[in-house]
């Protein structure tokens, strides 16, 4: 069982930066990919940025330039970092972490509790 924890997010203004943190714990072997999804209202949950442990990541058109995912696979922990943030970016976000586990490296897809990111004008 592989769970993830969020920290970070809040309210901050418009142009400024926030850094989520999503704590992987459990026998993780390793984590093969990580991502953070963000679901405002009323809308579906969206795929903001991506990476896999061979470093090759993806972004959202309306990330690329402000975001930047990382995974810290010897502390087990998945950052976004988020700068010059826009009101558009409020939202909740999920981080979302997928790979081995276990002595038997049985295959794990975790997601996190969300956190609340509130960008105002």
């Known amino acids: 069982q592989v769970q993830l924890v969020q920290s970070g997010g809040g309210l901050v203004q418009a142009g400024g930066s926030l850094r989520l943190s999503c704590a992987a714990s459990?026998?993780?072997?390793?984590?093969?990919?990580a991502g953070w999804y963000r679901q405002a209202p009323g809308k579906q949950r969206e795929l903001v940025a991506a990476?896999?442990?061979?470093?090759?990541?993806v972004y959202a058109d309306s990330a690329k330039g402000r975001f930047t995912i990382s995974v810290d696979n010897g502390k087990k922990m998945i950052y976004l970092q988020m700068n010059s943030l826009k009101p558009e970016d409020t939202a909740v976000y999920y981080c979302?972490?997928?790979?081995?586990?276990?002595?038997?490296?049985?295959?794990?897809?975790?997601w996190g509790q969300g956190t609340q990111v509130t960008v105002s004008s």
């Open positions: 459990g026998s993780i072997f390793a984590i093969n990919a």
């Open positions: 990476i896999r442990s061979s470093g090759n990541s």
């Open positions: 979302n972490a997928e790979g081995r586990v276990g002595v038997q490296r049985q295959p794990y897809n975790s």
